[in-house]
T-cell receptor, first 112, second 114 residues
Framework: AQSVSQHNHHVILSEAASLELGCNYS??????LFWYVQYPGQHLQLLLK??????LVKGIKGFEAEFIKSKFSFNLRKPSVQWSDTAEYFC??????????FGQGTELSVKP | SQTIHQWPATLVQPVGSPLSLECTVE??????LYWYRQAAGRGLQLLFY??????ISSEVPQNLSASRPQDRQFILSSKKLLLSDSGFYLC?????????????FGPGTRLTVL
């Protein structure tokens, strides 16, 4: 069965630290890839997406993600986190023609 | 622009009582609609999806059902709630054009069954 795995359940960082959240999926075909973010008390919203082309994708608020097809990975990165980045982050994968499959989520806490 | 509404925002219900959660979308036509349940540490579990009026696909056998009486209205129901139905329920929509399946989420309903 297709699955998405986020290896970090809870990450705690200090402001200005660099961030990398891992995401791996199990599906051998073509996929669309997403990162969603849920800030405390807010809607789940799209952070960035990859459909095709340049595997390094830029999103909102300084986030980026890199699609590495050979590793079935789509890791999320930010060079310097802020307290306002405290949120839960979800990786999601959509096999072409299939449904959106979410990872378990990673809770990020940024200490001021 | 498109917006998605869910109500109620929070709900506390006794075991055995019925349930009706509503989701409506504005600003788009013939969307795909989805119901998810979000549990802490377990991500989002797809419960139902619909590609059109009256068309419902169930992903997980359970105590819940879904209906789509109008193009932009999606309802999650139960005849008798169980304690295990407690959770955070999210509605989402996506466009039917193309196959990119980018989904947009509503604010959610926090359901507590006592």
């Amino acid at each position: 069965a297709q699955s998405v795995s986020q290896h970090n359940h809870h990450v705690i960082l200090s402001e200005a630290a660099s961030l990398e959240l891992g995401c791996n999926y199990s599906y051998g075909g073509t996929v669309n890839l997403f990162w969603y973010v849920q800030y405390p008390g807010q809607h789940l919203q799209l952070l960035l997406k990859y459909f095709s082309g340049d595997p390094l994708v830029k999103g909102i608020k300084g986030f980026e993600a890199e699609f590495i097809k050979s590793k079935f990975s789509f890791n999320l990165r930010k060079p310097s986190v802020q307290w306002s980045d405290t949120a839960e982050y979800f990786c999601a994968v959509n096999p072409k023609g299939g449904k959106l499959i979410f990872g378990q989520g990673t809770e990020l806490s940024v200490k001021p | 622009s498109q917006t998605i509404h869910q109500w109620p925002a929070t709900l506390v219900q006794p075991v055995g009582s019925p349930l009706s959660l509503e989701c409506t979308v504005e600003g788009t036509s013939n969307p795909n609609l989805y119901w998810y349940r979000q549990a802490a540490g377990r991500g989002l579990q797809l419960l139902f999806y619909s590609v059109g009026i009256g068309q419902i696909s169930s992903e997980v056998p359970q105590n819940l059902s879904a209906s789509r009486p109008q193009d932009r209205q999606f309802i999650l129901s139960s005849k008798k709630l169980l304690l295990s139905d407690s959770g955070f329920y999210l509605c989402a929509w996506s466009s039917t054009s193309g196959s990119r399946n980018e989904q947009f989420f509503g604010p959610g309903t926090r359901l507590t069954v006592l």
